[in-house]
């Protein structure tokens, strides 16, 4: 037993692999919340890594394993008269997620643990910032809803959901949630994104856009680049419209 669960958190440890072999391990991350973490969140004394989400034993009834409680506050989500999806409150993997990124659980609060997991620098929550999303989700990029044929074919400038790459899955239920862009355990793109998303290559995997707006859109991004945005396209132009902006290695933590 103590070699199978070993040999289950060792692709956690030594990193995720991509589609294209590409990894860094969570060690190396700010993900990595243990005394000996790089990033400037981090315990004061606790010296594992897996444990602010993961417990071998005493888990939440949460698959896979998962050692925090859910937030139960009410999410403000996306809306948009041009969105044609109709995004709920978060659901599955993104709900894990906001455990942390929506601040409102103290990062070393752990099931596992009768006692909350102290942080450096008197940290509780995460702190502000681009990392925390805070519960007003409407100007982020939708999330759990069905990203299915159909809703491609009511909007053409959506692509069928069976072209994605191989890099941005959509959960079992067939949902867009933040892991269909983002790796938790691995960073090698930055962000914990997926795949590279030079050019934009992310962002056009799902949505066609047609010659004249991604010139605009290389425009914007090469004079005032932010990865938190709303993108909304017309015939003419391409609005972006920033709640965020400035240089962000590491937005998710």
């Not at 409680?69 to 906001?98: F, M, R």
Request: glycine share 6%; net charge neutral.
């Amino acid at each position: 037993m103590t070699t199978r669960r070993f040999l289950m958190c060792a692709p956690l440890l030594l990193g995720a692999a991509t589609a294209s072999g590409q990894m860094q391990s969570i060690i190396d991350s700010p993900h990595n919340l243990s005394a000996a973490g790089p990033g400037a969140v981090r315990a004061l004394s606790e010296e594992q890594i897996c444990v602010f989400c993961h417990p071998p034993h005493q888990s939440a009834p949460i698959q896979p394993l998962w050692n925090r409680l859910l937030p139960v506050t009410g999410y403000a989500v996306y809306t948009s008269n041009a969105l044609d999806a109709e995004p709920g409150q978060p659901t599955g993997a993104s709900k894990l997620c906001l455990s942390c990124h929506d601040g409102t659980i103290a990062l070393g609060s752990v099931v596992s643990r009768n006692t909350t997991i102290q942080m450096a620098s008197g940290i509780t929550t995460l702190p502000p910032g681009a990392s925390n999303l805070g519960t007003d989700l409407s100007d982020d990029h939708p999330i759990s809803f069905p990203y299915e044929t159909m809703l491609a074919v009511r909007d053409p400038q959506l692509l069928n959901p069976d072209l994605l790459p191989a890099e941005l899955p959509l959960d079992s239920a067939g949902e867009l949630q933040c892991t269909t862009c983002h790796d938790a355990h691995n960073n090698w793109h930055g962000d914990f994104l997926n795949m590279s998303n030079a050019d934009s290559v992310m962002c056009r995997s799902c949505r066609r856009m047609w010659p004249a707006h991604l010139s605009e859109f290389r425009k914007l991004q090469g004079s005032c680049w932010t990865r938190r945005y709303c993108l909304s396209l017309s015939a003419a132009t391409i609005q972006l419209r920033f709640r965020w902006s400035g240089p962000s290695r590491n937005r998710f933590m």
